[in-house]
């Protein structure tokens, strides 16, 4: 069987995407793709691809129904250069294999975050971890600029001049601000990376992660369309209620227009089934 290759993924190899002021993410390397997860999937009954509409049929069925192993099957290399306080965020993922420069072998690059004018923002009051909608005036975005240029300049500044002093690269790099930018090899499944996307590309994640997340998602669309596309219908857009809430759903729904809005070009039958199901509205 011919080694899978997709020809979309191929080019995108080795092109890096910008990702806020100095940082990419670069897909090095994949292995595997769509076909992969059709492969996996269907090995048990020694059988192979079938029709395009069949194998994106079982693709959306596996992810819908949490049967996450054929995901597994497919493995994403990234080069990432990040600011360090999202590589903190990052290396929370452990299902990854990482390697970072090292600061202690190398002398670190004078490349520091600043966020755009427009992109300094509030502190949330009503999350403590977020940051607020509301418009920064002028005077306080261009403040805020001048601070950060300000600190990292003299932190890099003092950085060389120990570094002139023979001090130890491990030792002089550690006044350097959360905002210097790093660089790893990044290597993770397709289950896994779904896992990641779920959480970095919600509005809950940081805005710098976030910008992250869309550059690796642009990836994970290239190497595997279709299971990108049932991740976005399935995880992404969709949503998880508590058991109270589905209690309080069952109780305002309309059974015969529920039913009524379920037509075929909406939800084909083992879905529309599968929904009623959820509901406790099953067909009988
Ligand atoms: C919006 C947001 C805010 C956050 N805020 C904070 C914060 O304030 N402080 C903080 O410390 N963290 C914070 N985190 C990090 C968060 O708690 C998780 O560590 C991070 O999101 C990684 O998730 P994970 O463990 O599910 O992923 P992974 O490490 O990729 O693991 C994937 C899955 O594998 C399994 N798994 C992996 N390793 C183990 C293990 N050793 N034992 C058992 N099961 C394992 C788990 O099922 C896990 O869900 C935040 C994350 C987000 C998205």
Redesign the pocket.
Same mark, same amino acid.
């Given at each position: 069987m011919p080694r899978i290759t997709v020809p979309a993924a191929d080019a995108l190899i080795d092109q890096p995407i910008t990702v806020l002021d100095h940082g990419f993410v670069r897909l090095v390397d994949y292995l595997g793709g769509d076909a992969r997860i059709v492969q996996a999937a269907r090995v048990s009954y020694g059988e192979g691809t079938k029709s395009v509409r069949e194998d994106s049929a079982l693709i959306d069925y596996l992810l819908r129904n949490h049967h996450t192993s054929p995901f597994e099957q497919v493995i994403l290399t990234f080069h990432l250069k990040m600011p360090i306080f999202v590589a903190r +965020?990052w290396i929370?993922?452990?299902?990854?294999r990482l390697n970072e420069i090292s600061g202690r072998y190398s002398v670190m690059k004078d490349e520091f975050y600043r966020p755009r004018d427009f992109e300094v923002r509030y502190q949330s009051t009503v999350n403590r971890?977020g940051s607020a909608e509301r418009a920064v005036p002028e005077a306080t975005s261009s403040k805020v600029m001048a601070i950060l240029q300000d600190g990292q300049a003299r932190a890099y500044a003092d950085y060389e001049e120990l570094l002139s002093d023979d001090v130890a690269r491990e030792l002089a790099r550690v006044n350097l601000p959360l905002s210097l930018y790093t660089e790893m090899y990044w290597q993770i499944d397709l289950n896994?990376l779904f896992?990641?996307l779920r959480?970095?590309l919600?509005w809950?994640? +940081?805005y710098e992660i976030r910008a992250y997340g869309d550059a690796i998602a642009t990836a994970v669309k290239a190497v595997c369309p279709v299971a990108y596309q049932a991740f976005e219908e399935h995880i992404l857009h969709g949503r998880s209620f508590s058991g109270t809430e589905v209690e309080v759903l069952l109780q305002a729904l309309d059974r015969d227009s529920l039913e009524a809005a379920i037509t075929e070009t909406v939800m084909r039958k083992t879905r529309r089934a599968e929904f009623l199901k959820k509901l406790d509205l099953d067909e009988g």
């Amino acid at each position: 069987m011919p080694r899978i290759t997709v020809p979309a993924a191929d080019a995108l190899i080795d092109q890096p995407i910008t990702v806020l002021d100095h940082g990419f993410v670069r897909l090095v390397d994949y292995l595997g793709g769509d076909a992969r997860i059709v492969q996996a999937a269907r090995v048990s009954y020694g059988e192979g691809t079938k029709s395009v509409r069949e194998d994106s049929a079982l693709i959306d069925y596996l992810l819908r129904n949490h049967h996450t192993s054929p995901f597994e099957q497919v493995i994403l290399t990234f080069h990432l250069k990040m600011p360090i306080f999202v590589a903190r +965020q990052w290396i929370r993922h452990r299902t990854a294999r990482l390697n970072e420069i090292s600061g202690r072998y190398s002398v670190m690059k004078d490349e520091f975050y600043r966020p755009r004018d427009f992109e300094v923002r509030y502190q949330s009051t009503v999350n403590r971890q977020g940051s607020a909608e509301r418009a920064v005036p002028e005077a306080t975005s261009s403040k805020v600029m001048a601070i950060l240029q300000d600190g990292q300049a003299r932190a890099y500044a003092d950085y060389e001049e120990l570094l002139s002093d023979d001090v130890a690269r491990e030792l002089a790099r550690v006044n350097l601000p959360l905002s210097l930018y790093t660089e790893m090899y990044w290597q993770i499944d397709l289950n896994n990376l779904f896992h990641f996307l779920r959480l970095r590309l919600d509005w809950h994640a +940081q805005y710098e992660i976030r910008a992250y997340g869309d550059a690796i998602a642009t990836a994970v669309k290239a190497v595997c369309p279709v299971a990108y596309q049932a991740f976005e219908e399935h995880i992404l857009h969709g949503r998880s209620f508590s058991g109270t809430e589905v209690e309080v759903l069952l109780q305002a729904l309309d059974r015969d227009s529920l039913e009524a809005a379920i037509t075929e070009t909406v939800m084909r039958k083992t879905r529309r089934a599968e929904f009623l199901k959820k509901l406790d509205l099953d067909e009988g």
